[in-house]
Nanobody
Framework: QVQLVESGGGLVQAGGSLRLSCVVS????????MGWYRQAPGKERDSVAG???????NYASSVRGRFTISRDNAKNTVYLQMNSLKPEDTAVYYC??????????????WGQGTQVTVSS
């Protein structure tokens, strides 16, 4: 059974930083692309960043230059470093695992989400 467990969310002031972590168990983590998504109240869930099994990353235009996705295959963990946070970054952030080596299509597995709140 595949499980994704996020941590690291919380309340931060605008301009601050947070680092989210997602530990994956039950899958061959190193073979699969990973992604971070977010969902704000009343809005759809959107992709924030994705990373291939080889470590190549892509970002939504709204976070490019402020957020960094990375992975540690030895720890079965994917990270999202979030800097220069803005109130509009407030959302529930979800970790996701893809069935492929690149983050394309719909993820196969999801975490339970972690709340990030940025105060102005």
């Amino acid at each position: 059974q595949v499980q994704l467990v996020e941590s690291g969310g919380g309340l931060v002031q605008a301009g601050g930083s947070l680092r989210l972590s997602c530990v994956v168990s039950g899958s061959i983590f190193s073979r699969n692309a990973m992604g971070w998504y977010r969902q704000a109240p009343g809005k759809e869930r959107d992709s924030v960043a994705g990373i291939t099994s080889g470590g190549s990353a892509n970002y939504a235009s709204s976070v490019r230059g402020r957020f960094t996705i990375s992975r540690d295959n030895a720890k079965n963990t994917v990270y999202l470093q979030m800097n220069s946070l803005k109130p509009e970054d407030t959302a529930v952030y979800y970790c996701a695992e893809f069935a492929y080596t690149i983050p394309t299509g719909t993820p196969r597995y999801w975490g339970q989400g972690t709340q990030v709140t940025v105060s102005s």
